[in-house]
């Protein structure tokens, strides 16, 4: 079963593609890395068997410093307890909100 996961973007003038406020899913297959990037957080992934060199990844524009969303997603891909989705909820700090995100493909050779 595929799982996926889920967060809450507050919208707002990010630079991001996405910048409707919303419930958004994304699908968790293939995690390479989740990392501080560009506007905040990017998260990796493989486009899986036969697209070998095809990496892609989303990336989520944030209102404070990005350090404690990496944790929190780092944390909850390596507690994954399996099901449809997982959700994102910050906590920390108390202003900290996703406020875009962006989806892009690049082909390393």
């Known amino acids: 079963m595929k799982e996926f996961l889920k967060f809450e973007s507050v919208g707002g003038s990010a630079s991001a593609d996405v910048k ?29 068997p036969g697209q070998l060199g095809v990496v892609r990844y989303y990336e989520f524009e944030t209102t404070e410093d990005p350090t404690d969303l990496v944790i929190a997603l780092n944390q909850l891909l390596a507690a994954n307890p399996g099901g449809k989705s997982i959700e994102l909820q910050i906590t920390s700090p108390a202003n900290q909100s996703i406020i875009g995100w962006s989806f892009t493909g690049v082909a390393i050779i």
């Open 20 to 48: 409707t406020a919303g419930t958004y899913y994304i699908p968790l297959d293939n995690i390479l890395i989740c990392e501080t990037g560009g506007n905040g957080v990017r998260l990796w992934q493989c486009d899986g």
